[in-house]
């Protein structure tokens, strides 16, 4: 008969924090407690791609494992500003649609539909980084 061993595993101790963004301090991200007013700084290899979502005042939850930041935890839609558009060709697609690509007051680049303009507010999925709605 053989035996059989139990191997325990440790639970991960992972955290899930609620701050807010609060500014861009050069290259570090300054993420406050909104009940005790600490400050996290994140550096941009720490909040990786999400960076081209991260607005002044979002709300967000950091990831925590053994009080070390493992992820940003962003809303799942974002309103952001179009601050530049390409005018768009209508007819672009045999459809009549088409689409052109605008940049976001973060930074970000998506594809809207020909419709949207500069200085308009659109929904973007931050999962998946595309065009949602206007807002």
Same mark, same amino acid.
């Given at each position: 008969m053989a035996v059989?061993?139990?191997?325990?595993?440790?639970?991960?101790?992972?955290?899930?924090?609620?701050?807010?963004?609060?500014?861009?301090?050069?290259?570090?991200?300054?993420?406050?407690?909104?009940?005790?007013?600490?400050?996290?700084?994140?550096?941009?290899? &720490?909040? =990786?791609? #999400?960076?081209?979502?991260?607005?002044? @005042?979002?709300?967000?939850?950091?990831? *925590?494992?053994? /009080?070390? !930041?493992?992820?940003?935890?962003?809303?799942?839609?974002?309103?952001?500003?179009?601050?530049?558009? &390409?005018? =768009?060709? #209508?007819?672009?697609?045999?459809?009549? @649609?088409?689409?052109?690509s605008v940049t *976001?007051?973060? /930074?970000? !680049?998506?594809?809207?539909?020909?419709?949207?303009?500069?200085?308009?507010?659109?929904?973007?999925?931050?999962?998946?980084?595309?065009?949602?709605?206007?807002?």
């Open positions: 059989m061993r139990v191997a325990k595993i440790e639970e991960a101790d992972i955290v899930k924090e609620a701050k807010q963004f609060t500014y861009k301090d050069g290259v570090q991200y300054v993420f406050m407690d909104l009940s005790t007013y600490e400050e996290i700084r994140l550096d941009e290899s &720490d909040v =990786g791609d #999400k960076i081209k979502w991260l607005k002044e @005042g979002m709300d967000c939850n950091l990831l *925590l494992w053994n /009080g070390k !930041v493992i992820d940003v935890d962003l809303p799942i839609t974002v309103k952001l500003k179009v601050v530049q558009a &390409d005018f =768009g060709v #209508k007819g672009d697609t045999a459809q009549g @649609g088409g689409s052109k *976001l007051d973060t /930074g970000a !680049v998506v594809n809207v539909p020909l419709f949207v303009s500069e200085g308009e507010e659109i929904l973007v999925d931050t999962r998946s980084g595309q065009y949602m709605s206007r807002a």
